[in-house]
């Protein structure tokens, strides 16, 4: 009896907290300004998100990552702070964000909010005080003096570095009489990590959403955190040479190789830091902290933030999907992507998987129609984290947006009104498409929205593949109903290029049925033997069938005899459990 209330009470302390949900946890990803319009100015809004939490939960995510939704001027869209405490007002108040927390938790649905620590916005109360030179405030940014032309006079930028956006990294202060750095746009001055009160500012944003209940943090940009200290080069920010890359001019980010504005040693210690103060939290709360970091760098880099010996880190965005992976990408080359990342990552840790996000070509366009049902589902069925970027489960494709109507900084900056699509990130931005009426449902209202729908919305949207089986959206579901299963949470991961065409992923558990996923990414039908997949049970069941693939959800399919057709993603499960 002693024994039994013993095990009883150790069980439901261990239930009490969550350490584990994050490991297998399907993301959505929100960009709120573009998701659901509640109110009618043409502008989404968070009540526009809490009315759709009901629709996340059904599709199977087990939590949202929201795109900034804190004070901004919008230079950049939400990714220019000016408070890191405050809501937007075109996206909703503080109530309205309390409200979504709490719908959101009463239907199990987690949120990650989006955490930009390299910059806040020109009109950030800091910044303002920082180039009044305010007692505490003065070092809070990359302050530093322009060169002057010995025959001219003419005060210059420090040196040659190049914005994320285009043109001089830096830009001249007339309140400060000095230039500051902005890796992004002007309107985004970087603040000054060396600075030990911005560490510990930064720190309370952090607890301040965390007492709010949020389930962590993705970290944007966080490889631009430190630049090169002029300690170590006679007093002054040193010039980056020069790429190389053809084609590039001296205004373009490309220009330069970013040797001394990227990926500085000191960056991964302040992931660690932000980690432990994560884990703080944890016993308090009830549940694991998660934090994903966003750095478009090389592998070693990128493994570096999952932690060390002696400190734990974040889970580096993988976005090698994203960057990789192409159209014309065959099996064999979508395995080796695959393998590459489970093979460089440290045991014991969380792999993830990104297909889409608010910078980047939709995949239905990057990779074709064709692709969305392979690519969704390889994404979820891989292991660790999968995140879908809001439309990526419809298959959105980019919008065409005109000169005109172009909203994103890094195009109008290129003052180009012909080649500006080329540096627009306004494509995969646009709203979402729910129904077939006007402004596909995005706004209450017929006028304007920020940015114009997609033509397409007619036949690619939300409530029209509800209704229809055989769509990217039910196999999207249903593949995420077989992602909660023991297998895809805990199974070995094999993955195998049949042909140049066709790519096989099997995860399996013992005492538990085998899931294989089939793509076949070319013009024609074939048969597949699966025969040398010796620990796959023989017997097997569709369980999602795409739209491309004749075999019908429900089927009773041989592992000897598997028909994919052209285009198909299939996912199958053993009848038998494994092995
Ligand atoms: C912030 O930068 C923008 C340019 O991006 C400029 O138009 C604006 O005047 C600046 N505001 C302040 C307060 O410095
Ligand atoms: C890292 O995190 C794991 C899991 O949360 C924990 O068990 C371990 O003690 C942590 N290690 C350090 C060095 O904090
Ligand atoms: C719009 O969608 C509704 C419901 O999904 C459908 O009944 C109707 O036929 C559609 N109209 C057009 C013009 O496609
Ligand atoms: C997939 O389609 C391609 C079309 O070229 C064909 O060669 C291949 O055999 C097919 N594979 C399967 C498994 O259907
Ligand atoms: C994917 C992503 O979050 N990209 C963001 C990186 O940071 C810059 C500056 O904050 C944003 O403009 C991007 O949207
Ligand atoms: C390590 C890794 O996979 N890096 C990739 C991350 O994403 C970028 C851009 O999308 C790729 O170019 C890298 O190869
Ligand atoms: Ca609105
Ligand atoms: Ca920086």
Redesign the pocket.
Known sequence: MRVAILLLFVATAASAVDLDWWKTALIYQIYPRSFKDSDGDGIGDLNGITQKLPYLKETGFDAIWL?PIYLSPMY??G??ITDYRQIAPEYGTMEDFKKLMSVAKSLGIRVVL?Y?P??TSNESDWFVRSARREPGYEDYYMWTDGVTDPETGDVKPPNNWVS??RKSAWEFNKVRGQYYLH???IG?PDLNYRSDRVQEEMKNVLRFWLDLGVSGF?V??VNRLYEADPKNYGGRYPDEPVSGIPGTVPDDYEYLDHIYTQDMDETYEVVYNWRDLLDEYIPKQGEYKIMMT?AYSTLNNMIRYYGTKTRNGSIPFNFSFLGDITKSSNAWEIKTVIDKWMTYMPSGKTANWVNG????SRMGTRQGVDRVDAMNMLALLLPGVAITYQGEEIGMTDGEISWEDTRDP?ACNTDDPINYYKKS?DPCRTPYHWDNSTNAGFSSNSGKPWLPVAENYRSVNLAEQINDPKSHYQFYKDVASVRKSPTVRDGDLDTRALSESVLVITRLLPGSPGVLGVVNLSDEAQDLDLSSLHLLPAQLRVVASGVDCSVEKGAAVSKSNVHVSAHCALLLQTVDNCC
């Open positions: 795109s950049d869209f990714y220019d989006d930009v390299n910059h994320n956006f890796q992004f746009v985004q993705r944007d940009a966003e996000n608010h910078d980047q890094q990130r």
